[in-house]
């Protein structure tokens, strides 16, 4: 009971976090450094940052093709999903963690959808002849969210200790490589990389804190 009511408090802190530098990003040091006059919160860091680094084509492009790959994760765990749906012809006798991992793959992706809405800022660079969203970074949410679920998941989905290490170790350099080949590209702002990390981090320990309730 004591470990529920911690973990509520840290994701409640999560919230108060993700939601201040959300403010902080559209409210501190607000420039018009981006293309096309846009204005862009944080503008001496992000500007400085963005022309350290430049626009990396190659970076883009490996992020770019990389960034299949956790679909991968999303796949395997549907296909899971629906063997088990179809076995037990009932919702409520399957896994409660693939409930729970289909439900935060929801949620992830309403999120995507919020921001391409609710627009915080615009790329450094235009990539296809218009401004476009940048933040937060989908590719390290993605990278993120989907990697550190899918590592929890195959704790109980893939029995073999050698081979689960294996993947996991795959994963991680999978995810690592995503977040930090999306810095080195060019094409966010160093704030929108942060900011897809601390928007992560707070939607996987959500999820991480229903499966705690499933068990």
């Given at each position: ?26 409210t ?60 037990t ?19 992830v ?22 401004l ?8 390290t949410?993605?990278?993120i ?9 195959n ?11 294996k ?42 804190m ?6």
């Amino acid at each position: 009971m004591k470990k529920r009511k911690n973990m509520k408090v840290v994701l409640i802190l999560l919230f108060i976090i993700v939601t201040m530098y959300i403010i902080l990003v559209k409210t501190v040091d607000v420039q018009a450094i981006g293309p096309n006059g846009s204005a862009v919160g944080f503008a001496t860091i992000n500007g400085w940052f963005h022309q350290m680094i430049g626009l990396n084509d190659t970076w883009y492009k490996i992020t770019k093709y990389l960034g299949v790959l956790p679909f991968l994760y999303v796949l395997f765990y549907g296909i899971i999903g629906m063997r088990q749906l179809l076995n037990t012809k009932s919702i409520k006798k399957m896994d409660k963690k693939i409930i729970a991992l289909g439900c935060f793959y929801v949620a992830v992706g309403l999120v995507y959808i919020l921001f391409e809405k609710v627009i915080i800022n615009y790329r450094p660079v235009i990539l296809d002849g218009s401004l476009e969203a940048s933040f937060p970074s989908s590719h390290t949410m993605l990278a993120i969210c989907v990697c550190l679920s899918a590592m929890f998941m195959n704790s109980y989905y893939i029995k073999n200790d050698s081979l689960r290490k294996k993947v996991n170790i795959a994963t991680w350099i999978l995810m690592i490589l995503l977040v930090l080949g999306r810095l080195l590209s060019g094409v966010h702002w160093f704030t929108d990389i942060l900011g897809g990390v601390i928007i992560s981090l707070f939607l996987v320990f959500g999820f991480y804190m229903v499966c705690q309730k499933s068990k």
